[in-house]
């Protein structure tokens, strides 16, 4: 058997810094710190975030590593991310993390944020039977994966313009209703009528896995000033955010069964922020469940930015190698799957 590895692992690439102990796959603590004072600019502001950042990860790593007793001497490796995200908050999480393995001599892995989503279902559920279909759906991000084992996945679809959270996100500000958008979304939605409005469920019959949410703003928002120029009465909002919320979740739970569907994949599992969504934890479950497939959809404290998962796939993915990672020169690198691909295409 191999050996059970601790590893310290750090976490902001956007505005939450999180610091975990992860040994041998089991999380030992789990600390997050979130900006909630980017609600007062209805977005995340990056330079005030990357000076949040830096303002709470060292004290943060102590707590962290205090709550579960862990020392430095005990430690095997630091894992970090370092893409994608905003440029400034990976700097301050890497560079933190780069001063650490050089103080006390440790290898430090360079961690990609989705693929830390990617596999946080196997947080809580150690005996996942792979493969998988996950669905990844945040801010920043909405994307659909084939995941074949903790080494190997493949993009089966990625969202051609905004994220799914960015949906609940600016669809919120259209509304009035603060940010970030997702949570008062989903609370309203639970005492208004799904069906009242008929908003777009772009690209749902679509024969590929590509999202698309761009579409589903501007409608709400045609709508909106259409019906009610003088302002939202307070006695609809329950209803927009009801029949919104429907058409998000169900283009979201309809790619991915029919994704697992299609390959012939038996269990589904969905991650990041969006993933707290309640419609969509109770629909996907239901629809999966209807054609006998698994769903797993993580804790709630594992489904927001978190720095459990970082060290988890570093551990999973790296295992035995890990002492070879002694490269301090690795660069940050904020761009999205979507860039990627792009620039991919374009080579
Ligand atoms: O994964 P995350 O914490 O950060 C990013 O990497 O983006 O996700 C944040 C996103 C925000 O867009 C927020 O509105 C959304 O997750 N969100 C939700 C819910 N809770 C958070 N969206 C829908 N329903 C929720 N309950
Ligand atoms: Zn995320």
Redesign the pocket.
Known sequence: MSKKRTILAIESS?D?TSVAVVKGGKILSNLISSQYFHKKYSGIVPELASRAHIQVISRLTADAMTECSVGFDEVDAIAVTSQPGLIGSLIVGSNFAKGLAVKYNLPIVPVNHIEGHIFSGCLQEPKVEFPIITLVV????TALFRVDSYNKYKILGLTRDDAA??A??KIAALLGLGY????V??KLAKQGNPKAYDFPRSMIHDPGFDFSFSGLKTSVRYFLNREFPDGTPEEKIPDICASVQAAIVDVLVAKTIKAANKLRIKSVTIA???S???QLRSQMKKEAAKRKIRTIAPDMGFC??NAAMIGFIAEKKFGEEIESFRDLTFVVNPASMRAERKKKKRN
């Open positions: 956007c939450d945040s801010g920043g991000h959270g960015e609940f996100d970030p958008g997702g949570p979304i989903d990041g922020g969006v707290a969504n309640s927001m930015d």
